[in-house]
Structure formats: C-alpha cells, structure tokens
C-alpha cells in the first residue's frame, strides 16, 4: 500500500504539471485556433525567471513577479506574432509555434546557460518529508498540489463567473457571433495568451525545487501536455485536468512494469487507442455537437 501510495502521489503531482500545460493549449487553441507548441516554455520561463529575481526581493514576491513578466511575453507574443499571421493555414501555425519554442529555448540558453538550477524549497527542505500512511512526500508537493487546485479554480471563476471571461467564452464558441454583439476578439486572444503564460509560469516555479529547472526542459512538457490535452478532449480546458492527471498516472505506475526509460511508452500507447476508439478525446465532444445543441 505505501509503494502504491507512493506512485499514486508522483503521478498526481507530475500529472498536475501537465494539466496546467494542457490547460494552455485548450485556452489559446480555443481562443484562436493556435496549437502553442511554446507553452512548455511558458513553464520554463515562470522558474527561471524567478530564479533570477531571487537576490533581489523575497520568495513570494519573485514568484508573482515571474508570473506577471511571463504573461506579459505571453501577450507581447500573440500581438507582435500570432496577431499578423491569422491568414496562415493551421499547419503553418504550428511549425511557428515549434520555431518559437526553439528561439525561446535559445535564448534561454545565453542567458542562463545550461546549468541547472532550482528555487529553495516553499517550506521545509530537501531532507525534511512528510509520511503519510507509509508514504513519504516533499513538503513541496502539497505547495504543487494546492498551487495548480487554486489556479484551476481561479481561471474557472473568471471563465465562469466575470464578464471578461465569458466574452472569452463566447469567442471560442462562435467569433463570428461575439464580434456582432461587441466583443473585441483581439483583446480575448491577446488575454487567452496571457492566462495561459501566467498560469504556465507559476506552475514552473512550484515545480522548480523538486523538478529542477533548465532550458531545454520546455518540450518535453510540450509534448505531454499535448497529449493531455488531446486524452481529456481538445478545446476544453477542465478536461484537460482529467487529460493530465491521467497522464501522470500512468507515467508513475508504469515504472513498476517497465524500465523508466520506457515510462513515456504507456501513456502514449493509451493515447493512440484514445485517438483510435474515440478521436474527439475522452470528455471531448464530436465534431458538430455543440452546434446542433446550440
């Protein structure tokens, strides 16, 4: 029971890290269209930043500040790039996105070079551990867990419960209708860009002491965020809560079957059948439903 404990808490907090990448793809690809293929750079850029800012101010007070400077390049992107190229094919977005993922990793790399670094640990440090029914945790864990819960709520509450939120809804549904009733679809996407930054960001940062940070850790999440995206239901950011945690899950219990070298091997493998049996994802929609619905 502990070691299974022990898989299952990994998994949950890895598979929080996902959720909160795949959240990101499902904002903006409902926003504008746009596979972000950079949003794993998003995670990147919230610790590094943070790092960096560490001598100069206090903990909570770089962590805010690398959340606010990451969702400021996240909006400067969409209007600087994303904004001119709206007539291009989906295909073309895509290749962007991943060119842009490798400027942004270069970059990082002349300006951190390529150690890898990490913030100091929220509370406790790297020896002290809780137990719980045998199995051990890092304090650092619970600060993932309830970081990624609050952010998820929040970003409900206001696609839900604020007026700027639901005219970002409304764009994802139909732009065509929300541009007729005065909504500003550019201002939506430049904000779906931004969201998806911060909230990016921030999970880097409460993942940094326990994950480490470094350049080119972006595409892996990328791709794993991705898939989560796609296994919850592209287009709908809470599934991608359920895409992600599953993600992590299986990726933490296949080490007991397989090499971790082959930990990758499951996830993808449930994914393709996912894609196979039901291609609109797990709490995905077909194609058509919500129209007719409408």
């Known amino acids: 029971m502990s070691q299974f404990l022990q898989y299952l808490f990994s998994g949950v907090t ?6 909160v990448v795949a959240i990101g793809f499902n904002l903006i690809y409902s926003a504008t ?3 972000n293929f950079a949003q794993g750079e998003f995670v990147m850029l919230g610790g590094m930043v943070a790092i960096s800012l560490m001598p100069l101010m206090p903990l909570p ?3 805010m500040v690398a959340v606010g400077v990451v969702a400021c390049c996240g909006c400067l992107l969409e209007v600087a790039l994303f904004r001119r190229l709206r007539s291009h094919s989906v295909l073309h977005l895509v290749i962007i996105t991943i060119g842009v993922s490798i400027l942004i990793q270069e970059a990082a790399l002349h300006l951190w070079d390529e150690k890898v670094r990490s913030l100091p640990y929220f509370t406790g440090n790297e020896v002290s551990s809780v137990t719980v029914a045998g199995a051990s945790l890092s304090p650092q864990v619970f600060w993932v867990l309830g970081t990624v819960a609050l952010g ?4 409900q509450g206001f696609t839900r419960c ?7 809804r409304a764009c994802s549904s139909n732009p065509e209708a929300a541009m007729l009733v005065g909504i500003n679809i550019r201002t939506m996407r430049t904000l779906a860009f931004g969201l998806s930054a911060g909230l990016g960001a921030l999970a880097g940062c409460v993942i940094s002491p326990i994950a480490m940070t470094h350049y080119d850790m972006g595409p892996e999440l990328a791709i794993k965020g991705f898939a989560a995206a796609i296994l919850g239901g592209l287009g709908n950011p809470m599934a991608a809560v359920v895409g992600g945690l599953l993600v992590g ?5 296949s080490v007991s079957l397989v090499p971790s070298a082959f930990k990758d091997v499951s996830a993808f493998a449930v994914l393709l059948l996912v894609l196979f049996l039901r291609p609109h994802g797990l709490l995905g929609r077909p194609s058509g439903t919500a129209v007719r619905e409408a």
């Open 162 to 168: 604020t007026l700027s939120g639901r005219a970002m």
């Open 249 to 253: 899950l299986l990726e933490a219990f």
């Open 61 to 63: 007070l770089a962590v």
């Open 33 to 35: 269209g746009v596979l």
């Open 14 to 19: 890895v598979g929080s890290v996902y959720a």
């Open 152 to 155: 998820v709520a929040l970003l």
